[in-house]
């Protein structure tokens, strides 16, 4: 019965004041976070640069958050959302938080702000800070490396304040921070291109390609060792050298090998890279070849060791990759013969092949910076022109608008000098009929008509009564007006009527 070590062990906490590099300690695995950026975001919110200065503090100690789950779409195990339930606690309804911490952000953060061109176009300003993931949770751990980059929602305490704003948005004045949660794949951060980004603990390149080469030996070492190798004779044992092959092609034997490689770098595919962008690489990169095969690493299956049989026609070679098929790579010693024979590092290759990419990514990203930049410049200048032409057009319609009101001012004038001159003369025609009071208390009411024309039909329907009034006792006399005599003997019909202005007119 073999022995077990148990990693359950009893222990005993004691506050320390250091601990080991993040970049070395296996417990932990470095990420950067875009916490959140400055200004409106998608929550209806706003948070300006000095308000989340004042929060920076809060972020010591504060736990990296995620939920875990399968991703409906993909089938593929990943974060998800900021997971809660309704609970019945006590009688109440509450609810509860089902996410966990898989990391921290500690006291030493290099918390700072950085700007970041966004996928809509805008510059935003980031508060951006260095956190730990524990190493401890595999699925969390499996998730960063296989996505790099996920996105990321920050978490608030309860105790915050502030206020709404003109543009309807809620305008923090104080708060802190509660957590950093990462999200699925189509779950949208509430902050633009907020994400959570692995970060290499590694900063240089060939470092990383000495470490996959040091890996890799350690692999050929192990599986020599505690694998039982299982090899096939050659069916001709009398393999003729590599030196006698390239004789045959009147080439050296670099010569040949490089020729050999070169034909296989002319069978691409296409991929993705790490920052998810199709780009067409290499499939086959040379790793042996004797007088009739070459034997490869097919990058397209999974990096799988493949024998794609070749032919010769003077010195250019062509391959019959129809008949190309998988084979174990078999470690063996080095063969010190050659000085030309040159083992190839597909690990510095790939490493090699990715860097080239990243530095393109990299300079095509500052000259989209720098044209973005030059289209701001562009764009402003003419934003100043057509301002300054706006603000020359609005002292133009303020001073016609001063004009305007003057006219109406001098129009107004002349109209009631006009219209007093016409009350005047109404007075003057009715005022015997007036007492004193009664002319004070007209000329009071002058005010209240749209017209002169309304005001003299009232003031004279008043004098009229007036007068008629004053005159209902005084009687008068009228004199009779005579007829001629009827001369005919016909009598008017006793039916008809006339008055005296009838008669008359006849």
């Known amino acids: 019965m073999s022995n077990k070590v148990s990693r359950n062990i009893p222990i005993l906490f004691q506050s320390v004041n250091t601990y080991e590099s993040e970049e070395s300690d296996i417990r932990f695995q470095k990420v950067k976070i875009w916490l959140c950026h400055t ?25 990296v958050l995620a939920y875990v789950e399968n991703n409906r779409s993909t089938g593929q195990v990943d974060f998800s959302d900021h997971r809660e339930i309704l609970v019945r606690k006590d009688g ?11 990391g921290i952000i500690p006291e030493s953060n290099n918390a700072t702000f950085e700007d970041r061109l966004c996928d809509d176009g805008v510059t935003r300003t980031f508060l951006t800070v260095e956190a730990l993931l524990w190493t401890k949770f595999d699925d969390s751990v499996d998730i960063m490396n296989r996505d790099i980059v996920k996105g990321q929602s920050m978490e608030l305490s309860d105790e915050f304040e502030g206020e709404w704003g003109d543009d309807n948005c809620f305008h923090f ?11 699925g794949e189509n779950i949208q951060p509430a902050m633009q291109n907020s994400t959570i980004e692995l970060q290499f603990t590694s900063t240089d390149f060939s470092e990383f390609s000495d470490e996959v080469n040091t890996m890799m030996e350690k692999f050929k070492n192990n599986f020599a060792t505690n694998e039982i190798i299982e090899t096939k004779q050659r069916e001709n044992e009398d393999l003729k050298t590599k030196k006698e092959i390239a004789t045959s092609f009147n080439l050296t034997v670099g010569q040949l090998s490089e020729e050999l490689s070169r034909k296989l770098s002319e069978v691409k595919y296409e991929t993705m890279n790490w920052w998810d962008e199709e780009i067409e690489v290499v499939r086959y990169y040379l790793r042996d070849f004797d007088d009739q095969n070459v034997y490869a690493v097919d990058r397209m299956n999974n990096y799988q060791d493949v024998r794609i049989p070749y032919s010769k026609n003077g010195d250019n070679v062509s391959f019959s990759f129809e ?11 080095w063969d010190n013969g050659s000085a030309d024979e040159v083992e190839v590092s597909f690990a510095k290759v790939v490493v090699d092949e990715h860097k080239e990419y990243a530095v393109k990514a990299i300079n095509d990203l500052k000259d989209e910076i720098s044209t973005k930049q030059n289209d701001y410049i562009e764009l402003n200048d003419k934003f100043s022109v057509v301002q300054e032409q706006l603000t020359q057009k609005e002292n133009e319609i303020e001073g ?21 001159e016409q009350v005047e003369i109404i007075f003057s025609k009715i005022a015997r009929a007036f007492s004193k009071e009664e002319l004070t208390e007209w000329r009071e009411k002058v005010t209240s008509y749209n017209s002169v024309t309304e005001f003299e039909k009232d003031i004279k329907a008043f004098a009229y009564d007036r007068i008629s009034e004053s005159n209902k006792d005084v009687k008068v006399d009228f004199s009779q007006m005579g007829t ?12 008809e009527s006339k008055d005296v202005w009838s008669r008359l007119s006849k």
């Open 92 to 102: 109440d309804i509450a609810t509860k938080y089902l996410g966990k911490a898989i």
């Open 400 to 420: 016609l608008n001063a004009n305007i009101e003057q006219l109406k001012e001098y129009q107004k004038s002349v109209e009631d000098k006009e219209k007093n």
């Open 39 to 63: 200004g409106k975001n998608h929550n209806g919110s706003y948070f300006s640069k000095e308000v989340i200065e004042e929060a920076i503090p809060s972020l010591s100690n504060t736990p």
């Open 173 to 183: 004045t104080k708060f802190q921070f509660y957590g950093a949660c990462g999200l």
């Open 484 to 495: 001629l005599p009827i001369e005919n003997d016909e009598k008017p019909e006793a039916s």
């Open 323 to 333: 008949s190309a098929t998988k084979i174990k790579y078999v470690p063996t010693d």
